[in-house]
């Protein structure tokens, strides 16, 4: 689960599992799997990065032996993954 923004300031917390897409339109506008569409005030690449931690921490959770591997590689992965939204929205 993640903690987000809607418009008018008050606090969602979204299963981001259940997110199908965003898209900047130009406020973060989430889809989700449901169907149902709910608009944030974080960028496109605050959600994914949220995204990307709290799996992160799941996976930590679920298999301690492994955290160190996991929080470097949740390091390296989410700053490519920026690269690449800030390259896709630096194009359109």
Do not use: F
Request: glycine share 4%.
């Amino acid at each position: 689960m993640i903690e987000l923004t809607r418009l008018n300031g008050g606090r969602l917390i979204v299963n981001c599992d259940l997110i199908k897409h965003a898209e900047a339109a130009p406020d973060t506008v989430l889809t989700l799997i449901t169907g149902e569409k709910l608009v944030v005030l974080e960028p496109c690449s605050e959600v994914s990065e949220r995204t990307l931690q709290y799996r992160a921490r799941v996976m930590r959770a679920a298999w301690p032996e492994a955290a160190a591997s996991l929080s470097a590689k949740s390091a390296h992965d989410a700053k490519a993954s920026l690269r690449e939204i800030e390259d896709e929205s630096s194009q359109e």
